[in-house]
């Protein structure tokens, strides 16, 4: 019989939001997937977990793909995590999830911590439908086109942004969509979280005052100008 993958939502910062369900698996599992051992191993030694690791990340995901198909054909179960969050959301995962599936091997989600569902509750915003288009363009020229999409869309748009270019995207929001409510969520479960909602020259400004938004950032933008 073919082992199983568990596809393991872990903490997107505070380690208390490991479920029991996450826990065992974890434990019990032959072998766990991490997109950075070192980063995964940190969590594991805090819950005392001494199941291997292997790397599993962008750079390595066609090579591993046979090995880790081979090893649950032989009847080992494999944990996959990703840094933080659901593995396969703007992370590595979705294509050997789709492998599995295609090769008629069992997959389990174990859910848990969530930075979208997360920031799109707390940020006050339309929640119901919302858009998730992962990280925003790196470029000006593509990222004011999608905040433009995301301004004409009758939902919440939600997005994975850098703090490095957060700035740059709320001068963009004020530019393009300068009536739009937007929400700045940042270090979500962590000592310093903050949900900073408001329009795109307010939050800029906010956000100037305190000399940047530092640290993991999810950022919303309310469609169809709503307004507050």
Known sequence: MSGKLYVVATPIGNLEDLTLRALRVLKEARLIAAE??????????????????????????AQRLGEFTQRLADGENIALVSDAGMPGVSDPGERLIRECLARGIAVEVIPGPSAVLHALVASGLKITPFYFGGFLPVKGGARR?????????????IYFESPYRIMRTLEDCAAVLPDSLVCVARE???KFEEVKRGKPAEVLQYFRGEGQ????????VQGGNEGH
Not at 41 to 58: D, E, N, R
Not at 213 to 220: D, H, N, P, S
Request: hydrophobic share 40%; aromatic share 8%; glycine share 6%.
């Open 188 to 190: 979500l479960t962590k």
């Open 213 to 220: 938004a530092r640290g993991e950032i999810t950022f919303l």
């Open 36 to 61: 950075d051992t070192r980063h995964t191993g940190l969590l594991l030694k805090h819950f005392a977990i001494t199941t291997p690791q292997v790397s599993y990340h962008k750079f390595n995901e």
């Open 145 to 157: 086109k999608e905040l433009a999409a995301a301004g004409a869309r009758a939902s919440t748009s």
